[in-house]
């Protein structure tokens, strides 16, 4: 089955600076990776997705990249800010399955 | 419009002990997920449910776990003979049905965080 990887574990950045976090996944036949980000006792909610036809996504300051000959994505937050603070889950989807498979997830942290 | 409901919010059980966890998915999402949170880890997938198809149980850790899914709406997750290696938040999620040419976005329910003592 499909396997996420997901680095780094905990990302700490200062306002304004990027940050970048990154999955790998195991399943040359995943097409679909979605982004969620996980505010703290709150729900998971997608912020951005990427079809395997796609190498690049952007949304303001986010975007998402693929790579599907290294099998792996990338999320891309620019000008970060405090709010942007959460726990950030990548995930994959293979065609021919029903389910998602997620990554660990990473905990950002924008201090002000 | 209501989102994903699940009760109750927090559940503190006793090892043994059985307990039932509900979700409500949105109205019209014909498929539900159930996922696993533990501290530190990521959502760990347990079972699925899509329309009237036999569910997807590849994901549930035991026999003690078995979920259901009545009138294609309410899902029940059932923990049987609980241990505290289950005690985590059950997260609910509901989508569009498969099988449209856009991966549907899955809708994720405020959780139910387990204790098992």
């Known amino acids: 089955g499909e396997n996420v990887e997901q680095h780094p574990s905990t990302l700490s950045v200062q306002e304004g600076d990027s940050a970048v976090i990154k999955c790998t996944y195991s399943d040359s036949a995943s097409n679909y990776f979605p982004w969620y980000k996980q505010e703290l006792g709150k729900r998971p909610q997608l912020i951005i997705d990427?079809?395997?036809?796609?190498g690049e996504k952007k949304d303001q300051r986010i975007a998402v990249t693929l790579n599907k000959t290294a099998k792996h994505f990338s999320l891309h937050i620019t000008e970060t800010q405090p709010e942007d603070s959460a726990v950030y889950f990548c995930a994959a989807r293979n065609s021919g399955y029903s389910t998602l498979t997620f990554g660990k997830g990473t905990m950002l942290l924008v201090s002000p | 419009g209501a989102g994903v409901s699940q009760s109750p919010s927090n559940k503190v059980t006793e090892k043994g002990k059985d307990v039932e966890l509900r979700c409500d998915p949105i109205?019209?999402?014909?498929?539900l997920y159930w996922y696993r949170q533990s501290l530190g880890q990521g959502l760990e997938f347990l079972i699925y449910f899509q329309g009237n198809s036999a569910p997807d149980k590849s994901g549930l850790p035991s026999d003690r776990f078995s979920a259901e899914r009545t009138g294609g709406s309410v899902s029940t997750l059932t923990i049987q003979r609980t241990q505290q290696e289950d005690s985590a938040v059950y997260l609910c999620?509901?989508?569009?049905?498969?099988?449209?040419?856009?991966?549907?976005?899955?809708?994720f329910g405020p959780g139910t965080r387990l204790t098992v003592t």
């Open positions: 109205s019209g999402h014909t498929a």
């Open positions: 990427i079809r395997s036809n796609v």
């Open positions: 999620a509901s989508s569009l049905a498969l099988g449209l040419e856009l991966p549907p976005e899955q809708y």
